[in-house]
C-alpha cells in the first residue's frame, strides 16, 4: 500500500488517462480504511478492554 498511491498518482499524471483515476482513488480508499481500522483497534485496547496497549506501543 506504500507504493500504491504514489505509483498510481505517477501514473495517472504521465499517461493522463482517466482511467487510472479510479485505480488512484481506490488505493486512497483501501488506505483510509486501513488506518481507520488501525486507529479504531487501538481505542478498542485501550478503552474497551483496557489492557494497556498504547502504553506498549509508545
Known amino acids: 500500500m ?7 498518482g505517477l501514473a495517472l ?9 479510479a485505480a488512484h482513488v481506490t488505493a486512497h480508499v ?6 481507520a481500522l488501525h486507529i479504531g483497534l ?6 474497551v478492554d483496557r489492557d494497556h496497549l498504547l502504553r506498549r506501543i509508545l
Open 30 to 35: 483501501v488506505f483510509f480504511i486501513a488506518l
Open 2 to 8: 506504500t507504493f500504491a498511491i504514489p505509483l498510481s
Open 42 to 47: 487501538m481505542l478498542k485496547h485501550q478503552l
Open 13 to 21: 499524471v504521465v499517461s493522463g488517462e482517466d482511467s487510472l483515476l
